[in-house]
């Protein structure tokens, strides 16, 4: 007898990607994309087993590192373009049955393609699955976008024809989209399959199929370049309450008094000129320099500079920028905290930029912690927000313009 129900969740990922080459394993928000299934996987309770069924060494190997077993290689035959997920998912039960004696209740796909996944959706899944015996399978479903009862064939002659019709309505494509019935879309995001389905059926979802409703703003497919950005931002913006591979990102908060950057890597591009004389110089963004400006005449957040930097050109720029400046500073928690009750505010109001491992011990100091795009790896992982823009190319104006947005729409509920 089995003390507890066994569910194993098997993320298929291919290396032959050819729409976004290596695409699994390409940095998304900060880890690969293929932790972030990982990751859901890992997380939900209900999941006893996290296995990725790879043709690829390179994928096999990260998917260790971020906690899924690799037993097997999947056989290059069903690692083609072409290839559908039963002959993948037949292949992985087969062999840890035979190879391993093992067999699961349930099992569950995560597709690295769609990966904001909000915290509980594993599990749902899986409750939903168990609690209907006779279900084969459960998938997750948003509203549909576009009603397909407003959509149209064309005939070999050239004549359109409705693609669906509804008995109560004569022209269903005529009618307010309200009268008509409500349709739905399947996501990427979870199927949880009874292996009755995939071994006795040779389906991936079997005659009865339940339906996991889905928060339209998680769904995302990422297919092309344009589908990545997109779902990159959403990641990014750390407004939503998703999965992530790494420690929980927090959100920006609603209140913010106090804004604490570096300097060296945020307000400049981590550069410096040296000439004969020893003199040093760095470039600046004055887009910075207008976001700062923003941010002081339409908030009441403070902004301020905390660096390592001795040379004399950090107060320079800080001064023709109206920034408060503390630098040659060489134990920074210490000096943030004591920054923090010197000023009295909440240290959960206070948002911190910085973009090398220095800045780490920052991060938990603050209710909130952003990076630059070009920050140390280490550093864009533990950030709760890392920005589009690169410092010294945009990232303190990027940041400024979101605290001004949060600003505002505190100020319009007030």
Request: hydrophobic content about 40%; aromatic content about 6%; some cysteine.
């Amino acid at each position: 007898m089995k003390d507890k129900t066994e569910v194993l969740a098997i993320i298929p990922a291919r290396g032959n990607s050819k729409s976004i080459p290596r695409k699994n394993i390409c940095e998304f928000a900060g880890h690969p994309l293929i932790a972030f299934s990982i990751a859901a996987a890992k997380q939900a309770k209900s999941v006893t087993r996290v296995i990725v069924s790879t043709d690829d060494p390179e994928i096999a190997q990260v998917s260790k590192r971020y906690g899924a077993e690799v037993p097997f290689m999947r056989p290059v035959e069903i690692a083609e373009d072409a290839t559908l997920d039963l002959p993948v998912f037949e292949h992985a039960l087969r062999w840890l049955s035979e190879d391993e004696n093992y067999s699961p209740d349930v099992v569950v796909q995560l597709r690295p393609t769609s990966p904001i996944r909000p915290t509980d959706m594993v599990d749902k899944a899986v409750e939903l699955l168990l609690n209907h015996p006779e279900a084969d399978s459960v998938r997750g479903v948003v509203l549909s976008g576009q009603n397909p009862f407003k959509m149209w064939e064309i005939d070999s002659t050239g004549v359109m024809h409705p693609l669906l019709k509804v008995k109560e309505i004569k022209e269903p494509y005529n009618a307010p989209r309200q009268d008509l019935p409500l349709t739905y879309w399947q996501t990427g995001h979870i199927d949880a399959i009874r292996p009755r389905a995939i071994l006795e059926k040779s389906s991936m979802s079997g005659d009865v199929v339940l339906p996991l409703l889905i928060d339209p703003i998680y769904t995302v497919d990422i297919d092309t370049l344009l589908d990545w950005q997109r779902a990159e931002s959403t990641v990014l913006e750390g407004l939503l309450d998703i999965v992530y591979p790494s420690d929980h990102k927090r959100k920006l908060p609603a209140m913010v008094s106090l804004l604490v950057m570096d300097f060296d890597g945020v307000l400049t591009d981590d550069r410096v000129w040296v000439d004969q004389n020893g003199n040093e110089m760095v470039a600046s963004n004055r887009a910075d320099g207008l976001g700062l400006e923003r941010l002081r005449g339409l908030t009441n957040i403070q902004a301020m500079v905390l660096s390592k930097e001795t040379n004399r050109v950090v107060a320079a720029r800080c001064k023709k920028l109206e920034l408060p400046v503390i630098q040659s500073v060489q134990d920074k928690p210490r000096t943030l905290e004591a920054l923090i009750k010197q000023r009295g505010v909440k240290k959960e109001e206070v948002v911190y930029i910085g973009n090398d491992l220095n800045d780490l011990e920052c991060f938990p100091l603050v209710g909130f912690a952003a990076a630059p795009a070009n920050a140390q790896p280490e550093v864009s992982r533990r950030a709760d927000l890392m920005l589009k823009s690169a410092g010294g190319f945009g990232a303190v104006r990027e940041l400024c313009e979101l605290l001004i947005a949060r600003y505002s729409k505190l100020s319009e509920n007030s």
